[in-house]
């Protein structure tokens, strides 16, 4: 499939098989991720099955937050 390329041979033995390394870095950092994804997956469930609604004196807050910021956060009841 690979015919012989010199030039890229000698590249290979002068600064070392640099696709290869980063193809090993960027495996490292998906592993990582995907670990990362798990435990926050894991992390947001137990949060939202534990977590309390918010006090009114705290809803109001926020409303009036978004309000202000013009985002608008739906309503609660």
């Known amino acids: ?6 030039v890229y041979d000698r590249l290979v033995a002068e600064r070392g098989d640099i696709p290869t390394q980063v193809r090993t870095e960027a495996e ?7 670990e990362v994804m798990r435990s926050t997956t894991r992390a947001t469930g137990e949060a939202a099955r534990s977590a309390k ?3 009114p004196s705290h ?18 009841a």
């Open 1 to 6: 499939m690979w015919q012989e390329l010199p």
């Open 28 to 34: 490292k950092v998906l592993q990582n991720l995907e």
């Open 53 to 55: 609604p918010l006090s």
């Open 59 to 76: 809803q109001v807050g926020l409303d009036s937050w978004a309000t202000a910021s013009g985002r608008e956060l739906g309503n609660h």
